[in-house]
């Protein structure tokens, strides 16, 4: 076993097998992790290295212990953990690696190759045969050449594919040629006759029509649903396999004496193993999977990831209905609970986005915005819309006047008739179960108006109130440019910020939009259930008047003629009857009477009908389940929801075309990229998603749509790192897709230079084979002339000048474009720093600089002076 320079990583020969050992660095990735070690398998690989590969990760097991996660890899099945280490693609090389060579060369340009690129989230790229037949419809192909890569987008591939695609070129650039080569991007041959006739010379002339679209073979979410537990055990000399649970699967059913399968539709086969179960046992893991693998039929190349008991993967632990750490409940417990009792700052909040995601607050619900002296708030509305390029008024909302230090904006409608009405605001938290509400609520943060948009949904809305409901939502989000956080919420699941917004008065009656004068006459007899401790916990909800609705943990409000009882269970306690208080004035005026349980008046149980037997046991505080935030990317296959799960995500995962859906289990977000073609069904994939769901999840669950751009600080806190101006359009700085359609100038030069030599064919075959273009090498080490990459407003550069060796760094840095010494391109006068100049001034190597977001080399390159 030899280790692999970091420079490599992402790069595996198909001939070997490779031990990738990750340990997570943040605290946010640590929170109840463990490591994770993988072995994987090359399609060629033989079995003494599979051999060595097994034996080297038994070793590393046994010296890191039972907090490891154990993952079994096989070439093009891996796992959606695995191919989150190697962004933005896994590339996939022929043959294997001798001893003396390095894994990967950089800066070498006598390269002829051809890469097949495809997937989704993960992008992968595979060396295939350098001939057109290689070619299909649906997939990109990479054709390198060394001094030109040219990028084939197939026309079957969808914009985002092609988008990724185009990343992991660069990176191949970037880190195999220092960033030292020129890409041309097909993308419509007809419009690219220069770039196809290079790609002519080295492949010859395309005979016939191209293969179609390979199908996707992704497993859908109704796949990864089908789960089966089985208990592990010998008995006698035989190895015995007994079914044990199918879904929803609970945690105490895994003993830690034990050693348990769970079988994820065959797709993937997980090992868990008891704190209490032998070495011999450990050991065992992989191959008992392997067998139990070959009972069932399943490919060789099924995914297998042994868990151990106390250092269960994320993913493992979704698998079930409600999962708990065992040695930290209590203080976990303790914990949320002292988080959700501290009065609110308003400020923290704001500054800690983190906060703010575990409490699911955007702030106290106050809905206040600062209006300093300089600004009123109707003109920071205006300013909002007129920077997202709108009209600048808004029908249907009330704005703040200047005169007011503070103003709170919080504007409900009421769907009737399949439209909306407003409420008016002496009735704003009375909503009625028949019906849908949509609640506008708007609040500032860093120095900027924010919306939040709930949609409410009765228990007893019908199915075209629904429609009606989510269509004037759209409508009110097109007035606002897309501006608006939507939030689908169903009666009785309501998150806490959405109770903070009314204090506490939030009254939910079950008859129909009464107080506008359509709903059926009031009952003279009503019973309300009154939930919670304070003003972002407590509802009020109306249940049958009858004995049987009580509960001994709780407040209810009997409202008969003349007269209201406060009823006061014997468990309830003092912050439960002071948020009672605040409710009893929203639904009652008359006179009110507190009434103990067991002291109730012989009139309390005759409204009630008479006495009956209802729940008295104490409620036993809920348990807070151990669960990580995961994210995923949508998509669609055969109308059925796929996701690509991205492990130790951040902000960057988040791209202009992706619709993303991140599951804190509390809360379901989508977020919706700028470019995103599919947002319309992104609340149906967050549905779905939970319907699906092996853990039996709630559908109440609420589903946040979030664009980008706009996220709250509910969203961004699940992030380590998040930086609000990184999508801000940057107008002096226009990124260019290289080689576009019009630079005909650098792509003719090198059409000429190819045309010039005699091209060789395999023999026999009739199809390209291997072709000598000598005019796109180069010296291995880079310091020959080269052809220098240079965006410019055509795409590719048609600079070709030569430079040999470094320039002063006094000829670069803070010169205007026109001031540079002649052939240095000033998209990227760093380059031609000199190695020890470039470590000085950023800090880092210039393999190092070029493997950064591009936005972060431009941030740098502004504050150095290279821009």
Same mark, same amino acid.
Request: include cysteine; charge should be negative; hydrophobic fraction near 35%.
């Given at each position: 076993m030899l280790p692999v320079p970091e420079g490599a990583y992402g790069n595996f020969f198909e001939e070997h097998c490779y031990v990738v050992l990750h340990v997570p660095q943040s605290l946010k990735a640590t929170q109840g992790a463990s490591? !994770? %070690?993988?072995?994987? =398998?090359?399609?060629?690989?033989?079995?003494? *290295?599979?051999?060595?590969?097994?034996?080297?990760?038994?070793?590393?097991?046994?010296?890191?212990?039972? %907090?490891? &996660?154990?993952? +079994?890899?096989? @070439? *093009?099945?891996?796992?959606?953990?695995?191919?989150?280490?190697?962004?933005?693609?896994?590339?996939?090389?022929?043959?294997?690696?001798?001893?003396?060579l390095k894994h990967v060369e950089t800066n070498m340009f006598n390269i002829q190759r051809l890469l097949h690129i495809k997937g989704r989230k993960h992008m992968s790229a595979t060396e295939v045969e350098l001939s057109w037949n290689?070619?299909?419809?649906?997939?990109?192909?990479?054709?390198?050449?060394?001094k030109m890569m040219i990028q084939w987008n197939g026309p079957k591939t969808s914009i985002s594919e092609k988008a990724r695609g185009l990343a992991l070129t660069y990176s191949i650039r970037d880190r195999e040629r220092g960033g030292r080569a020129q890409i041309g991007v097909v993308d419509d041959e007809v419009k690219a006759p220069d770039l196809m006739q290079i790609m002519e010379s080295v492949l010859g002339r395309r005979v016939g029509s191209l293969r179609a679209a390979m199908p996707n073979k992704d497993i859908n979410q109704l796949q990864k649903a089908n789960i089966r537990l089985y208990h592990i055990y010998e008995k006698g000399k035989d190895l015995v396999v007994l079914e044990l649970a199918?879904?929803?699967?609970?945690?105490?059913?895994? @003993?830690?004496e034990d050693f348990y399968i769970l079988d994820q539709g065959g797709f993937k086969i997980y090992v868990w193993q008891g704190g209490l179960s032998s070495l011999q046992e450990r050991k065992a893991a992989f191959s008992r999977a392997a067998g139990f693998i070959q009972a069932k039929g399943y490919p060789t190349y099924t995914n297998v990831e042994v868990v151990n008991d106390g250092a269960e993967s994320a993913a493992f632990k979704q698998l079930f209905r409600i999962w708990t750490e065992k040695r930290s409940r209590n203080r976990r417990l303790g914990r949320i609970d002292k988080l959700i009792h501290v009065k609110l700052d308003v400020g923290k909040l704001h500054s800690q986005p983190e906060l703010a995601a575990q409490l699911r607050m955007v702030d106290d619900g106050s809905g206040k915005v600062e209006v300093g002296k300089a600004q009123s708030l109707e003109q920071c509305h205006c300013q909002h819309r007129a920077d997202l390029g709108c009209d600048q008024s808004l029908p249907g909302s009330r704005l703040?006047?200047?005169q007011e230090e503070e103003t709170t904006l919080t504007d409900v409608w009421c769907m009737q008739d399949l439209r909306r009405q407003p409420v008016d605001p002496k009735h704003h938290g009375q909503?009625?179960?028949?019906?849908?509400?949509?609640?506008?609520? /708007?609040? @500032? +943060?860093?120095?900027?108006?924010?919306y939040l948009l709930y949609l409410w949904q009765g228990h007893q809305a019908t199915a075209d109130e629904i429609e009606a409901l989510n269509s004037n939502a759209e409508e009110l989000d097109t007035m606002y440019c897309g501006a608006l956080v939507q939030e689908h919420v169903t009666m009785g699941s309501e998150p806490p910020h959405f109770l903070a917004i009314f204090q506490g008065q939030l009254v939910v009656f079950q008859e129909r939009a009464g107080h506008y004068g359509r709903g059926k006459s009031a009952p003279?007899?009503? %019973?309300?259930? =009154? @939930?919670?401790?304070?003003?972002?916990?407590?509802? /009020?909800?109306? &249940? $049958? *008047? +009858?004995?049987?609705?009580?509960?001994?943990? !709780?407040?209810?409000?009997?409202?008969? *003629?003349? =007269?209201?009882?406060?009823?006061?269970?014997?468990?309830?306690?003092?912050?439960? +009857?002071?948020?009672?208080r605040v409710a009893v004035t929203v639904i009652s005026k008359k006179n009110e009477e507190t009434v103990l349980e067991g002291q109730e008046p012989p009139h309390f149980w005759e409204a009630l009908g008479g006495r009956a037997p209802y729940p008295s046991n104490k409620r036993l505080p809920e348990e807070v389940p151990s669960v990580q935030?995961?994210?995923?990317?949508?998509?669609?296959?055969?109308?059925? %929801?796929?996701?690509a799960e991205v492990v130790f995500f951040s902000q960057e995962d988040l791209g202009q075309y992706d619709v993303m859906l991140l599951d804190t289990w509390q809360e379901i977000f989508l977020w919706l990229g700028g470019a995103a073609g599919a947002w319309k069904k992104a609340v149906a994939w967050g549905q779905e998603y939970l319907k699906a769901h092996p853990a039996g999840r709630s559908l109440a669950t609420p589903i946040v749509l979030v664009k980008q751009?706009?996220?709250? $600080? /509910?969203?961004?806190?699940?992030?380590?790192?998040?930086? $609000?101006?990184?999508?801000?359009?940057?107008p002096s700085n226009k990124e260019v897709v290289e080689g576009s359609p019009g630079t005909a100038s650098l792509i003719s030069e090198i059409t000429a230079e190819v045309n010039s030599f005699q091209l060789s064919r395999g023999p026999g075959n009739g199809r390209a084979g291997a072709m000598a273009l000598q005019a796109l090498k180069g010296s291995q080490d880079g310091s020959g002339n080269e052809l220098i990459r240079g965006p410019k407003s055509g795409g590719v550069s048609s600079t070709s000048a030569s430079i040999n060796g470094a320039l002063p760094r006094e000829q670069l840095m803070h010169q205007a474009a026109e001031d540079l010494p002649e052939g240095v391109d000033p998209a990227r006068r760093e380059f031609y720093l000199s190695d020890s100049d470039f470590q000085d001034i950023f800090g880092k190597s210039k393999e190092e600089f070029y493997n950064m977001a591009t936005w972060r080399q431009r941030q740098e390159k502004k504050q150095l002076g290279f821009f």
């Open positions: 490591s !994770d %070690l993988h072995y994987w =398998v090359g399609k060629e690989a033989g079995a003494e *290295a599979q051999g060595a590969a097994a034996t080297f990760v038994q070793q590393l097991q046994e010296e890191r212990g039972t %907090l490891t &996660v154990l993952h +079994r890899e096989a @070439q *093009a099945h891996e796992s959606d953990c695995f191919r989150s280490y190697f962004r933005p693609g896994i590339i996939y090389r022929k043959g294997g690696l001798p001893s003396d290689s070619f299909n419809k649906g997939d990109i192909f990479l054709l390198d050449l060394g199918t879904p929803p699967l609970t945690q105490d059913l895994l @003993q830690e703040g006047h200047p909503l009625c179960a028949g019906n849908c509400y949509l609640v506008l609520y /708007t609040y @500032q +943060r860093m120095g900027r108006v924010q003279t007899t009503r %019973l309300f259930h =009154v @939930q919670g401790t304070d003003s972002y916990s407590t509802r /009020t909800v109306e &249940v $049958p *008047a +009858r004995a049987s609705s009580l509960n001994s943990n !709780d407040i209810f409000l009997l409202v008969i *003629a003349g =007269v209201c009882y406060l009823w006061f269970g014997k468990g309830c306690n003092g912050d439960q +009857r002071e948020m009672a935030p995961r994210l995923f990317e949508c998509s669609s296959q055969m109308g059925c %929801l796929v996701l751009g706009h996220e709250p $600080p /509910t969203f961004t806190g699940w992030f380590f790192t998040w930086d $609000p101006y990184k999508w801000t359009p940057d």
